[in-house]
């Protein structure tokens, strides 16, 4: 068996994925001997709580290639892709999901455009099989919202699931701040990216990890990540109700010279007052969910903790400043 350096590394952060494990490996490994380069799997353990960790050990005990890092609780799918990424020793990672959505098979087409000199394959949805509608509109309607309101140009219709050259990956351990969307991460570093189209399976066993709270928590960080839009919004919403209000000072001014009876009572104030006050409400939410974010990057807590590392020598290099 070949224990080289590798060339090329595979990232899967697991959590939960007992009966898809050993079907996997066995993918990623044909896919990969086939490539003929030495090689890596590098299972990330993201607190599982079925046999996830006890099967991920065995694998490592059939074949060294195969390596672990346990982290001492659930931190979540982007962190787990940070973890990979920080611990992968080849000189091209790959990243993608335990769930056998992204079929193995599609990394010898990465590997392809990576050996043209493209830094960055990212695979593009062709089409997704056993999805819902609902969950096609949200995701078509939010990576065409994302790139309308932010700077960063994201590639639309695609997921975690690239290959990165190196390079890309230090410049993606160079940035650690906690509310990650690692694919607008990887957009936003440069260098030379390419597409490729694939058909996304659906899920070999088990349930998904993305049900529609998470997937929404996950929309707005990329939201908040990349974009000043939503704290504009209070400032244009505060204009447009000013220029109201003074449009209907003068109306009502004029209504009342007139003779007019339209604006007595008191139910057209409470309206207003009801919607000045809800208007107030949505900013201070939106400002707090930016303020939110910056309390959790100047405490500087690390990203993740490992309880349990298999297959490692030492520790990952130190991150570049």
Do not use: C
């Not at 079925?50 to 931190?75: A, E």
């Not at 009342?256 to 809800?278: D, E, H, I, K």
Request: avoid cysteine.
């Amino acid at each position: 068996m070949n224990t080289a350096r590798p060339v090329l590394s595979v990232v899967a952060p697991v959590f939960n994925e007992e009966p898809i494990l050993p079907e996997l490996y066995r993918r990623l490994r044909e896919t990969l001997d086939a490539i003929g380069e030495p090689w890596e799997i590098v299972f990330i353990n993201d607190g599982s709580r079925d046999r996830s960790l006890d099967i991920m050990r065995k694998l490592h005990q059939q074949d060294p290639r195969v390596r672990v890092v346990s982290f001492s609780r659930n931190f979540g799918h982007q962190i787990a892709i940070t973890a990979g990424l920080d611990y992968a020793q080849g000189d091209a990672v790959v990243i993608i999901d335990a769930d056998l959505q992204d079929p193995p098979a599609t990394i010898a087409e990465m590997v392809a455009k990576w050996r043209e000199g493209y830094d960055i394959v990212y695979a593009v949805r062709a089409q997704r099989k056993g999805e819902s509608w609902f969950k096609l509109f949200t995701a078509h309607l939010f990576y065409r919202l994302i790139n309308r309101i932010t700077g960063v140009r994201i590639p639309v219709d695609t997921g975690d699931f690239r290959l990165m050259d190196r390079r890309a990956v230090e410049a993606m351990r160079s940035l650690r701040e906690h509310h990650r969307f690692m694919r607008g991460l990887s957009a936003w570093i440069g260098f030379r990216q390419i597409g490729i189209e694939y058909v996304r399976e659906e899920r070999y066993a088990g349930q998904t990890k993305y049900p529609f709270r998470k997937m929404l928590r996950f929309a707005l960080d990329g939201i908040t990540a990349f974009s000043y839009l939503p704290l504009q919004l209070a400032t244009y919403l505060g204009f447009i109700i000013a220029g109201l209000s003074l449009v209907g000072i003068v109306a009502t001014i004029i209504l009342r010279l007139s003779g007019s009876q339209a604006f007595y009572g008191q139910a057209s104030t409470l309206v207003m007052v009801m919607f000045l006050g809800g208007i107030q409400l949505i900013s201070l939410g939106i400002i707090g969910e930016y303020l939110g974010r910056i309390y959790d990057e100047v405490k500087r807590r690390p990203l993740y903790l490992v309880q349990e590392t298999l297959g490692f020598d030492s520790s990952p290099a130190p991150r570049p400043d």
